[in-house]
């Protein structure tokens, strides 16, 4: 009973990165029918800024945690969302309106670079950086196993809340939000009625970089270990996530998440820590199978 | 308004402001990776600036803008001059057609291929290099029956390659079978893996088949690696046997009796002979998957491929069986990917999980989509590009796969419907009748 309580809490925590991510995938997939391979090495070059911000904090001499995090946080998500800007400029925007497949492509190349480009400029080698959020809290103690909940990890779900709360805010009640699923219904008649669609489409990246951003500082604050090809791995379980929770949904993402957490945790900690991606990608099939549009998505009409 | 109406000439002023501004996100980008990096002393990491590397980058963003939007506007004003030329032209030049210049070049192509070795035959970089383009574009051929044929997306393709590699690697070294032998056994075993893929998932839309695709290869890959007494986990198998010549084995001769290809032509025995065979061995399977490829797009199925990629609504409507037809594709796909498996582990007498991650499925899918889908011709085109860039870039080491990235992009940028784009259908209505005058 206690160790699942265990797993339950490494799992949540765990989702709640990867919902964070997914939720990059899926509103690109909603709003341009891509799938952007490239978002998952984003979120690898954030997590190389915020470790070299939080270097640059140690060596500044500001030792008080929360402030130190606000500070990684804004500018980890500030230099990354020029990056999810430029991608798109760079790589998507002079394909649109050609075949499906184009962009898809360019994004494999452009996760290539990233990649690559990491490599070169930050150096191979896998970086560390110091626990930043040390210590936690024994909730209790059964059968001799200690259930400990770490300050990180608190610090993590709320994070993700707190953004969520924002973005649904964002999505839901801003123009921008407005537009951005007007666009997303139907981009030429979102055009025809003076919206700006590039500049929406420009902005959905950002602010799917900004957070993929946060997942990244969340990340180095939790393992403080990273290395520039942490974005691959993370992307697919991302990518998984958002086709789980039906793509195109936003709290669909974040459930997917949460459940491929849930899934790597309890696999990894009962059955098998070697399987436990076989296990997510064997779910997935299965889910697939009963619910074609993932857990929370719309089945799509297709007319003729 | 630009748009509209014919491009004005930008003013230098207005040019300079557009460098400045890419200049702008250039430094923007550049300060996290380029100017600071950490590096590890000791046992924390300190953050060391590269001021003058990072002004260099910021410098040849903005003089490269310059220069890429003057030399794109040059472009675009030579081409409207062109165009108002041929407006004020009473007699209208007809197009030249590049068709037969593409039918030409497949010959030529061809030719090449079948010379190749006998001009480097002391070369043994070159034949390999080009073993390796013909491996890719048997995979290529392979992939586009699925993705540029019926229109299915598939990401996972390097999984039936594994499949037919392993199969071929444990038939040989469990139970001594030869590699014509193994070929139909491994060639069916991907097939019969893509069906059981296939079956349940086909009927899921494009995209939901490309993750369910890829979750697929990555499910291969990982118990590859830690099935250990199936597979030899990360260490893969070795030795494998390389095929023989009609029962001759390459090797030098030795005294067991054992008659060997050299001694039995009276050659003077020497390793190059086994790469040129492999290297024939490679360029008839390849020739093989061409021909029954472009034979199975004349037959019902072949064409039930493509109207299903055109329009799945309307084949339903027209009685065709979508999940069948999908599924024939999908498990063709898989067998022409395990037969040039099969010749992968045959070449390198060595396998391992490693030849069988993600990229090698982006890579064989960038070039069925960069050789401009559907196109037998294009898939050729595409793996010589994608093979030999890298193998050029040798020498820029590090920034080798850092350039194949941005080559990708570019190709894409430069021609989205690949580098042929031309679909030439299996079929074509017959022309209509044209009316006497």
């Given at each position: 009973m206690a160790?699942?309580?265990?797993?339950l809490?490494?799992?949540?925590?765990?989702?709640?990165?990867?919902?964070l991510?997914?939720?990059g995938?899926t509103?690109?997939?909603?709003?341009?029918?891509?799938i952007n391979f490239?978002h998952?090495?984003?979120?690898?070059?954030?997590?190389?800024?915020?470790?070299?911000?939080?270097?640059?904090?140690?060596a500044a001499g500001?030792s008080?945690v929360?402030l130190?995090?606000?500070i990684?946080l804004?500018?980890?998500v500030?230099?990354?969302?020029?990056?999810?800007w430029?991608?798109e400029?760079?790589a998507?925007?002079?394909?649109?309106?050609?075949?499906r497949?184009a962009?898809l492509i360019?994004?494999i190349?452009m996760?290539?670079?990233?990649?690559?480009?990491?490599?070169?400029?930050?150096?191979?080698r896998?970086k560390s950086?110091?626990?930043i959020?040390t210590?936690g809290?024994?909730l209790?103690?059964?059968?001799g196993?200690n259930?400990?909940?770490?300050?990180?990890?608190?610090?993590?779900?709320?994070?993700?809340?707190a953004?969520?709360?924002v973005?649904?805010?964002?999505?839901?009640q801003t123009?921008?939000g407005?537009?951005?699923?007007?666009?997303?219904?139907?981009?030429?008649m979102a055009?025809?009625?003076?919206?700006d669609?590039?500049r929406?489409i420009s902005?959905?990246?950002?602010i799917?970089a900004a957070?993929?951003?946060?997942a990244?500082?969340?990340v180095t604050v939790?393992y403080?270990v990273?290395?520039f090809?942490?974005g691959?791995g993370a992307?697919?379980?991302a990518?998984?996530a958002?086709?789980l929770?039906?793509?195109?949904s936003l709290p669909?993402a974040m459930?997917?998440?949460l459940?491929?957490?849930l899934i790597?945790?309890?696999?990894?900690?009962y059955?098998?820590?070697e399987?436990k991606d076989?296990?997510?990608f064997?779910?997935?099939?299965?889910?697939?199978?009963f619910r074609?549009?993932g857990?929370?998505g719309r089945?799509?009409?297709?007319?003729v | 308004?630009r748009?509209i109406?014919?491009?004005q000439?930008?003013?230098i002023?207005?040019?300079l402001?557009?460098a400045?501004w890419i200049?702008f996100?250039?430094l923007v980008l550049?300060?996290?990776?380029i100017g600071l990096?950490t590096?590890?002393?000791g046992?924390k990491?300190v953050v060391?600036?590269?001021?003058?590397?990072?002004m260099?980058?910021?410098?040849?963003?903005?003089?490269g803008?310059?220069?890429?939007?003057?030399?794109?506007?040059k472009?675009?004003q030579?081409?409207?001059?062109?165009?108002?030329?041929e407006?004020r032209?009473?007699?209208?030049?007809?197009?030249r057609?590049?068709l037969?210049?593409i039918k030409?070049l497949?010959?030529?192509?061809l030719?090449?291929?079948?010379?190749?070795?006998l001009?480097f035959?002391g070369?043994?970089?070159?034949?390999?290099?080009?073993?390796t383009v013909?491996i890719?574009?048997?995979?290529?051929?392979g992939l586009?029956?699925?993705?540029?044929l019926?229109?299915l997306l598939?990401l996972?393709y390097v999984?039936?390659?594994a499949?037919g590699a392993?199969?071929?690697?444990l038939?040989s070294?469990q139970?001594?079978?030869?590699?014509?032998?193994s070929?139909p056994?491994?060639g069916?075993?991907?097939?019969?893996?893509?069906?059981?893929?296939?079956w349940?998932t086909?009927?899921?839309?494009g995209?939901y088949l490309?993750i369910?695709?890829?979750?697929f290869?990555?499910i291969?890959r990982i118990i590859?690696?830690?099935?250990t007494?199936l597979?030899?986990?990360p260490n893969?198998i070795?030795?494998?046997?390389r095929?023989s010549?009609f029962g001759?084995?390459?090797?030098?001769?030795?005294?067991d009796?054992v008659q060997t290809f050299?001694?039995?032509?009276?050659?003077?025995?020497?390793?190059?002979?086994?790469?040129?065979?492999?290297?024939y061995?490679?360029?008839?399977l390849?020739l093989?998957?061409n021909?029954?490829v472009?034979r199975?797009?004349?037959?019902?199925?072949?064409?039930?491929?493509?109207?299903?990629r055109e329009?799945e609504i309307?084949?339903?409507?027209?009685?065709i069986n979508v999940?069948?037809v999908k599924?024939?594709a999908?498990?063709l796909?898989?067998?022409?990917g395990?037969?040039?498996?099969?010749?992968?582990?045959?070449?390198?007498g060595f396998i391992?999980?490693e030849?069988?991650?993600?990229?090698?499925?982006?890579?064989?899918?960038?070039?069925v989509?960069l050789?401009g889908?559907g196109?037998?011709?294009?898939?050729?085109?595409a793996?010589?590009?994608?093979?030999l860039?890298p193998?050029?870039g040798?020498?820029?080491a590090?920034?080798?796969m850092?350039?194949f990235g941005m080559?990708?992009?570019?190709?894409m940028?430069?021609?989205?419907?690949?580098?042929?784009?031309?679909?030439e259908p299996a079929i074509?209505?017959?022309a209509?009748?044209?009316a006497?005058?």
């Amino acid at each position: 009973m206690a160790s699942i309580i265990q797993q339950l809490i490494n799992g949540l925590t765990l989702g709640s990165i990867y919902g964070l991510i997914a939720i990059g995938y899926t509103m690109v997939y909603g709003i341009i029918g891509m799938i952007n391979f490239a978002h998952g090495d984003i979120y690898m070059v954030s997590a190389f800024i915020a470790v070299t911000c939080f270097t640059l904090l140690a060596a500044a001499g500001i030792s008080s945690v929360p402030l130190a995090l606000l500070i990684v946080l804004a500018v980890t998500v500030a230099f990354t969302s020029v990056f999810g800007w430029s991608v798109e400029r760079t790589a998507y925007r002079p394909l649109r309106g050609s075949t499906r497949l184009a962009p898809l492509i360019s994004s494999i190349g452009m996760s290539i670079f990233l990649q690559n480009m990491v490599q070169v400029t930050q150096g191979a080698r896998v970086k560390s950086i110091p626990p930043i959020i040390t210590g936690g809290i024994d909730l209790f103690t059964r059968d001799g196993f200690n259930v400990h909940l770490a300050y990180s990890q608190i610090i993590i779900v709320m994070v993700t809340v707190a953004l969520m709360a924002v973005f649904t805010w964002l999505i839901t009640q801003t123009s921008f939000g407005r537009q951005q699923r007007a666009c997303e219904q139907d981009r030429t008649m979102a055009m025809l009625l003076g919206i700006d669609v590039d500049r929406t489409i420009s902005l959905t990246f950002m602010i799917g970089a900004a957070l993929a951003a946060v997942a990244g500082v969340l990340v180095t604050v939790y393992y403080g270990v990273i290395d520039f090809y942490i974005g691959f791995g993370a992307g697919i379980k991302a990518f998984t996530a958002a086709v789980l929770g039906g793509i195109g949904s936003l709290p669909g993402a974040m459930l997917g998440g949460l459940v491929i957490g849930l899934i790597e945790a309890f696999w990894a900690a009962y059955l098998s820590a070697e399987y436990k991606d076989v296990a997510t990608f064997s779910i997935l099939i299965l889910v697939l199978m009963f619910r074609p549009n993932g857990l929370l998505g719309r089945p799509e009409v297709e007319k003729v | 308004m630009r748009a509209i109406f014919p491009r004005q000439a930008l003013s230098i002023a207005e040019r300079l402001r557009d460098a400045g501004w890419i200049a702008f996100v250039a430094l923007v980008l550049g300060v996290p990776m380029i100017g600071l990096t950490t590096v590890d002393a000791g046992n924390k990491l300190v953050v060391h600036t590269r001021l003058p590397l990072l002004m260099e980058f910021v410098a040849a963003c903005f003089l490269g803008r310059l220069a890429l939007r003057f030399s794109l506007d040059k472009f675009a004003q030579r081409k409207i001059e062109r165009q108002a030329q041929e407006a004020r032209r009473t007699v209208q030049i007809p197009a030249r057609s590049t068709l037969p210049l593409i039918k030409w070049l497949g010959w030529w192509l061809l030719g090449a291929a079948l010379v190749l070795p006998l001009m480097f035959s002391g070369n043994r970089y070159v034949v390999d290099t080009a073993t390796t383009v013909l491996i890719y574009v048997m995979l290529g051929w392979g992939l586009n029956v699925v993705v540029g044929l019926a229109g299915l997306l598939d990401l996972g393709y390097v999984a039936f390659y594994a499949v037919g590699a392993y199969a071929y690697a444990l038939l040989s070294t469990q139970f001594g079978w030869g590699f014509w032998q193994s070929l139909p056994v491994a060639g069916g075993l991907a097939a019969f893996f893509g069906l059981a893929l296939g079956w349940p998932t086909l009927r899921l839309r494009g995209d939901y088949l490309a993750i369910v695709t890829l979750g697929f290869g990555e499910i291969i890959r990982i118990i590859l690696v830690n099935w250990t007494e199936l597979s030899g986990g990360p260490n893969g198998i070795a030795s494998i046997p390389r095929p023989s010549f009609f029962g001759l084995p390459f090797q030098a001769p030795s005294d067991d009796g054992v008659q060997t290809f050299a001694g039995f032509f009276g050659l003077e025995y020497s390793p190059g002979q086994r790469v040129i065979f492999l290297y024939y061995l490679i360029l008839l399977l390849a020739l093989l998957t061409n021909l029954f490829v472009t034979r199975m797009r004349r037959l019902p199925v072949g064409r039930a491929w493509e109207a299903i990629r055109e329009d799945e609504i309307a084949c339903k409507a027209l009685g065709i069986n979508v999940v069948t037809v999908k599924l024939s594709a999908f498990a063709l796909g898989a067998m022409l990917g395990g037969l040039a498996g099969v010749f992968f582990a045959a070449r390198q007498g060595f396998i391992s999980p490693e030849s069988f991650v993600f990229s090698e499925s982006a890579t064989i899918l960038a070039i069925v989509v960069l050789g401009g889908m559907g196109s037998q011709l294009g898939v050729v085109l595409a793996s010589l590009v994608l093979v030999l860039l890298p193998e050029i870039g040798r020498d820029f080491a590090e920034y080798r796969m850092l350039l194949f990235g941005m080559a990708m992009i570019l190709i894409m940028v430069w021609r989205p419907g690949g580098l042929l784009v031309r679909r030439e259908p299996a079929i074509m209505a017959p022309a209509p009748m044209q009316a006497r005058p």
